[in-house]
């Protein structure tokens, strides 16, 4: 009897199941590094040995599609993060250089200026000694323009010397974007004046007259005492206010003569806009020997050893031919910030006349004044010596700018602009 084969029916259900686990079996397979899988235990380690392995015998793992893509983008912007560091770099170094030759230019246009403004108003030695600072600071005068104007009252007050000095600079970095060079300029103006005052005199006085006779660092004999007033004595002034001759707090003269004067006072005919203060004030009359005595002896004694003597304080100017013009050492420059400066260097008014007893006097300059010592005369009773040097130096001696007079006994020059 034949056989027949009977079909197999399949179970829908079971096929269905098989399926599943086939799929899950191919789902948790490591097929892609990119993503997240449980997979075995077992697996895994088999995975990790063979990759291992391959590493082992100099193989490459392959990277991922997705970090390959990350790395060139971090490649990216760290190129273009270096581009703007490096770019702005070069922007600082040439923005930098440009602005230090700008400083050395200006600094080298001062020099030249207030080195040429000593000679005014001689034009042709102001060119001259214009050319020859510029080439002590490596400036071509080819590449400065040198300008001179004569005083002319009352617009001018002062003769004036500008320097300009203008010169190509060149880039290192900017030429990548097309710029190559560029000017750079800068000038300077400098004054030659004399002073219209100030404060911080000291309230005692020479008389122009007797002043045109003193020879410059030589000594001279000075007299501030009630006996009779001869040609060449000098008198009190009452700057900030009556003296009661013995230095009490209120004592004006004296504390004048200790620490200079709290008021300004100015040079007759000077412009009101440079200097405010009075021209005119009244002599200090009366015997004022005990002040006088205690105000020098406070100076004498409170000036530094290293500027004890003239020699200390005062030298030829280098600047200058002329064997009557000083120089103040800087160290000892009581008009400057110095740890060592000499009391001893104190500014006088130069007045028109003196007089007996109370009067008024005009004040008609400044002049710089040496104290040297009280005399062999003493300075008890009338009688009162004191021995001092006057410096004739064209130094800023901490009073105002005025105007010009070329006889003045003190002038100096200025940077204006």
């Known amino acids: 009897m034949p056989v027949t084969a009977k079909p197999v029916t399949a179970d829908r259900s079971n096929t269905s199941v098989a399926l599943r686990k086939r799929r899950t079996r191919r789902r948790l397979l490591p097929w892609s590094l990119g993503r997240s899988h449980h997979v075995p235990v077992a697996r895994s380690?088999?995975?990790?040995?063979?990759?291992?392995?391959r590493e082992s015998e100099g193989g490459t793992i392959a990277v991922p599609r997705a970090l390959r893509s990350e790395r060139g983008q971090a490649f990216?912007?760290?190129?273009?993060?270096?581009?703007?560091?490096?770019?702005?770099?070069?922007?600082?170094i040439d923005v930098g250089s440009y602005a230090a030759e700008r400083r050395d230019l200006q600094n080298a246009s001062d020099?030249?200026?207030?080195?040429?403004?000593?000679?005014?108003?001689?034009?042709?030695?102001?060119?001259?000694?214009?050319?020859?600072?510029?080439?002590?600071?490596?400036i071509d005068p080819s590449s400065m323009t040198v300008t001179i104007t004569q005083q002319s009252l009352p617009a001018e007050p002062n003769p004036k010397v500008k320097v300009t000095i203008e010169k190509s600079h060149s880039f290192t970095f900017a030429r990548m974007v097309g710029i190559s060079s560029a000017?750079?300029?800068?000038?300077?103006?400098?004054?030659?004046?004399?002073?219209?005052?100030?404060?911080?005199?000291?309230?005692?006085?020479?008389?122009?007259?007797?002043?045109?006779?003193?020879?410059?660092?030589d000594e001279v004999v000075l007299k501030y005492d009630a006996n009779q007033?001869?040609?060449?004595?000098?008198?009190?002034?009452?700057?900030?206010?009556?003296?009661?001759?013995?230095?009490?707090?209120?004592?004006?003269?004296?504390?004048?003569?200790?620490y200079g004067s709290e008021n300004v006072v100015c040079a007759d005919g000077v412009d009101q806009t440079y200097c405010d203060g009075p021209s005119a004030v009244d002599t200090e009359p009366g015997n004022k020997v005990g002040a006088t005595r205690t105000a020098i002896n406070?100076?004498?004694?409170?000036?530094?050893?290293?500027?004890?003597?003239?020699?200390?304080?005062?030298?030829?100017?280098?600047?200058?031919?002329?064997?009557?013009?000083?120089?103040?050492t800087q160290e000892c420059n009581p008009f400057l910030a110095s740890s060592t400066s000499s009391l001893r260097v104190v500014i006088i008014p130069v007045i028109n006349q003196l007089c007996n007893g109370s009067c008024q006097v005009t004040i008609t300059g400044f002049v710089l004044a040496y104290l040297e010592r009280i005399g062999s005369g003493g300075?008890?009773?009338?009688?009162?010596?004191?021995?001092?040097?006057?410096?004739?130096?064209?130094?800023?001696?901490?009073?105002?700018?005025?105007?010009?007079?070329?006889?003045s006994s003190n002038q100096f020059v200025r940077l204006a602009e």
């Open 183 to 217: 000017e750079v300029q800068a000038s300077a103006t400098a004054i030659h004046t004399s002073p219209a005052g100030g404060a911080g005199i000291v309230p005692l006085s020479i008389t122009k007259e007797a002043l045109a006779d003193v020879d410059y660092g």
């Open 45 to 53: 380690a088999q995975v990790l040995q063979r990759r291992s392995h």
């Open 111 to 138: 020099a030249i200026a207030l080195a040429a403004s000593q000679e005014l108003p001689d034009a042709a030695a102001a060119r001259a000694v214009a050319n020859t600072w510029a080439a002590k600071n490596g």
């Open 379 to 407: 300075c008890t009773g009338n009688d009162c010596e004191v021995v001092a040097r006057f410096a004739r130096v064209d130094q800023n001696v901490g009073l105002l700018a005025g105007t010009f007079n070329p006889n």
């Open 76 to 92: 990216v912007a760290v190129v273009l993060f270096l581009t703007v560091i490096g770019g702005s770099a070069a922007i600082a």
């Open 298 to 328: 406070y100076r004498l004694d409170n000036t530094s050893t290293e500027c004890n003597d003239f020699t200390d304080v005062f030298e030829d100017d280098p600047t200058s031919s002329d064997p009557d013009l000083y120089s103040i």
């Open 229 to 258: 007033i001869l040609t060449g004595n000098t008198g009190p002034l009452r700057v900030d206010g009556p003296g009661s001759g013995n230095c009490a707090s209120s004592d004006k003269y004296c504390s004048g003569v200790k």
